[in-house]
Nanobody, 130 residues
């Protein structure tokens, strides 16, 4: 299996920036794609962005497009989320997710669905003050 650990969350003022990291360990060679989701209290888990591990495909939710950037460090098996121009509505627990390389691995709109992913981190809190 794959273990995912997020870090980098914290408190930031509106308009500020923050970078999250997701360190992957275990059978990382089996990862097809990784993504970020977020969940605020009382709300459903929401897709933020995803990347195919080969690096040739990216997908962003409209709510973060132009402000957030997803990237990966192949050498250290780490996923990053650079967040700029943060808004109070970005406040949530952010989760890292990974999709295993298997017969169902395919790059499409399905990468925006939480059900697509096989592994999840424990989450890191991001709070944006107004």
């Amino acid at each position: 299996q794959v273990q995912l650990v997020e870090s980098g969350g914290g408190l930031v003022q509106a308009g500020g920036s923050l970078t999250l990291s997701c360190a992957a360990s275990g059978r990382t060679f089996s990862v097809y794609a990784m993504g970020w989701f977020r969940q605020a209290p009382g709300k459903e888990r929401e897709f933020v962005t995803a990347i195919r591990w080969s690096g040739d495909s990216l997908y962003y939710a409209d709510s973060v497009k132009g402000r957030f950037t997803i990237s990966r460090g192949i050498a250290n098996n780490t996923l990053y989320l650079q967040m700029n121009s943060l808004k109070p509505e970005d406040t949530a627990v952010y989760y890292c997710a990974a999709k295993a390389l298997d017969g169902r691995s395919k790059w499409s709109s399905v990468v925006a669905s939480a059900e697509f992913y096989d592994y999840w981190g424990q989450g890191t809190q991001v709070t944006v003050s107004s």
